[in-house]
Nanobody, 125 residues
Framework: QVQLVESGGGLVQAGGSLRLSCAAS??????????MGWFRQAPGKEREFVAAVTWTAGRTYYGDSVKGRITISRDAAENTVYLQMNSLKPEDTAVYYC????????????????WGQGTQVTVSS
């Protein structure tokens, strides 16, 4: 079973930046996954795909609402995935979740079998 722990959320003004981290572990076993992704969920809204990266090839995918402002990366040696968010907007306010997927498609929440507890990102106007 994979454990995921997010960090880096907080309060930032519009136009600012935040970097989220997600550390993965698998209880003494070698961590392996098809892809890691970030989703977000605002109050009263469905969980939204933000970005994903395939673990071996490092191919990246982004949601339309964040393209050009957010970059996902991974450090396979550290079992960590990052989400660099720039030019933040109030509509980016949400709880951001890190997740691990065993296979494609990697833009839908149902593909992911392990989830972190989430980290709050609040962007003030």
């Amino acid at each position: 079973q994979v454990q995921l722990v997010e960090s880096g959320g907080g309060l930032v003004q519009a136009g600012g930046s935040l970097r989220l981290s997600c550390a993965a572990s698998s209880r003494g076993r070698i961590f392996s996954t098809y892809a890691m992704g970030w989703f977000r969920q605002a109050p009263g809204k469905e969980r939204e795909f933000v970005a994903a990266v395939t673990w071996t090839a490092g191919r990246t995918y982004y949601g339309d609402s964040v393209k050009g402002r957010i970059t996902i990366s991974r450090d396979a040696a550290e079992n960590t995935v990052y989400l660099q968010m720039n030019s933040l907007k109030p509509e980016d306010t949400a709880v951001y979740y890190c997740a691990a997927a065993r296979g494609p498609p990697i833009t839908t929440p149902s593909t992911y079998n392990s989830w972190g507890q989430g980290t709050q990102v609040t962007v003030s106007s």
